[in-house]
């Protein structure tokens, strides 16, 4: 398995910007996909955004399409999800996640995980 760290949350007011980074180390970075997922208190694991192995390919939830971008630097063994406009509901602690698979937007689709990053926005 590949072990992930995720890096980069924060408090920060509404409308402003935050970048997260997942840093892989164990097993050779460009054999997974990528996913960005996300949880609030009492709230289901909810999917962010994913991307392939080659980072040409990308997909967004709805709730975040136009704001989050997804990139990864496959030489830095690192995936980083830029957040924009952010809203005090994004307030969540994010999580990225593995995959072996070329596509999978649930979090069982997913094998290995990072120990989450918070993020909060105030309004």
């Known amino acids: 398995q590949v072990q992930l760290v995720e890096s980069g949350g924060g408090l920060v007011q509404a409308g402003g910007s935050l970048r997260l980074s997942c840093a892989a180390s164990?097993?050779?970075?460009?054999?997974?996909?990528m996913g960005w997922f996300r949880q609030a208190p009492g709230k289901e694991r909810e999917f962010v955004g994913r991307i392939s192995r080659s980072g040409l390919s990308t997909n967004y939830a709805d709730s975040v399409k136009g704001r989050f971008t997804i990139s990864r630097d496959n030489a830095k063994n690192t995936v980083y999800l830029q957040m924009n406009s952010l809203k005090p509901e994004d307030t969540s602690v994010y999580y990225c996640?593995?995959?072996?698979?070329?596509?999978?937007?649930?979090?069982?689709?997913?094998?290995?995980w990072g120990q989450g990053t918070q993020v909060t926005v105030s309004s």
């Open positions: 996640a593995s995959t072996n698979a070329p596509y999978r937007e649930t979090a069982d689709g997913y094998d290995s």
């Open positions: 164990g097993r050779p970075f460009t054999i997974y996909a």
